[in-house]
């Protein structure tokens, strides 16, 4: 569990520290309403791309942790129902970019260009989650490390020597396009050929591939928008100034998301193999899984207070030293999106991915009425008070269709963490 699990983080943070450096160091250089537009039109693009990305990369860890031998078969089916799919997501964006009054021409530049690069990336992380799912760690890290090694100092190198934000979106996209070709090269050969391509490029087999996702893509489409969302109303309820200071925060925030994700990667095709077998996954696996993440949410919390101080030093009236001030409330969050999502994963693991689909709906349209209303009172603390019911409303009513296949201690302990974590937000706040 441990080299394969550390193979899982180490791959993960690499990832993940790239990605933040280069924002992070973005929001250091350019102008509040420069980094605010350029992240206003990341985050509707990373809203957009979840049509493209339609939950496969989290099918394929349940449907190749279940049968390793069809992994050529599962790819086939996934790869040409994503083609379908990302073309009609490039031509949504287009339009969008022709016809929206809210970018300008330079901003409609770097959204199509953004959009691009995460299409790309979605088919690159098909690949390495498919390698999760068949234990290939260690053939993820290495690639990750080279790939993501390389993007980091590009981008960094273009905001350096006095790049504008165009400039950078366009780099990302030259970068997220060497690294699909890459894994591309090295692993999609081996499982897919072009003829299959065809075979299962139809519309009847792409419709029977989407409905058959369908819950998985919902579920992904709806927590992917509760990170993504924030920021576009923010933006539009607020300005530009203000949503770049709040991504200078919140930026740190979603990364919690993407490190839970190395849990999930490691622990859905286990539960999901112990589900097959005995027709529920064991109290084992999920205790397991229940302290390995409150650990997670300890460390992230002690990561959160770093930045804080971090943050603080900056020159006062930075970006990152206004924004400072949001990063106790987002420490807050942590625990009851960690617990929220480990729930969520047991329910697809048992195989109640559509139960799972229904509840982050609902929790997302609480969570967007609330956010409307205590933005407008509150400005930017009133985001986060919105995410707090958000998840904690989510997390309980996971416990409730969860309670009798639980072991009891875990149980209890996230009902507890998460209504102290609830309150602690709301002193902050």
Known sequence: MIRGLSQIALATA??????????????????????????????????????CEFGFSQQVLRDVGRVPSEIGAVMTRFLASKIWLSVAVLVAGCTYALLSNALSRDLSLQFL???AAAVLLSFSDLVFNALRSLGRYGDELR??????????VALVLVIASGGTPLELAVAILITRALQFALVGRLFLAG?????????????????????????????????????????????????YVEAGVYQAAARLSQGVGVVFSVLASYFLPKLSAESVSTGDSSHASKTR???????????????????????????????????????????????????????????????????????????????????????????????????????????????V????????LPAICVAVSVIASSCILLFLI
Not at 143 to 152: D, E, R, Y
Not at 203 to 224: E, H, I, K, M, P
Request: hydrophobic residues 55%; aromatic residues 12%.
């Open 14 to 51: 690499i990832r993940l520290a790239s990605s933040i450096c280069v924002f992070l160091y973005a929001a250091t250089v350019w102008r509040p309403e420069e980094f605010g537009a350029f992240m206003f039109a990341f985050s509707v693009s990373a809203m957009l791309v979840l049509c």
């Open 113 to 115: 260009s953004l959009l």
């Open 143 to 152: 690639v990750s490390t080279i790939t993501n090694g390389l993007t980091v």
């Open 191 to 239: 499982w897919v050929s072009f003829n299959g391509l065809r075979s299962h490029g139809s519309w009847s087999n792409t419709r029977q591939t989407l409905r058959n996702g369908a819950a998985y893509a919902s579920d992904v489409f709806v927590g992917a928008a509760l990170l993504n969302l924030d920021m576009i109303i923010v933006s539009r309820m607020l300005g």
């Open 289 to 399: 899984f229940a302290w390995t993440t409150v650990a997670l949410g300890m460390v992230l919390i002690l990561g959160f207070l770093v930045a804080y101080l971090a943050y603080q030093r900056s020159p006062t009236g930075t970006t990152l030293n206004i924004a400072s001030a949001l990063l106790p409330g987002f420490a807050a969050l942590v625990i009851p999106r960690l617990l929220s999502g480990y729930l969520g994963v047991i329910l697809t693991a048992d195989g109640n991915q559509r139960l799972r689909a229904i509840c982050y709906a609902l929790s997302l349209c609480m969570f967007v009425l609330l956010a409307h209303f205590l933005v407008g009172k509150l400005g930017t603390p009133g985001v986060l008070l919105a995410y707090a019911i958000s998840y904690s409303t989510l997390a309980f009513a996971f416990m």
């Open 401 to 408: 269709l969860l309670w009798q296949r639980l072991p009891k």
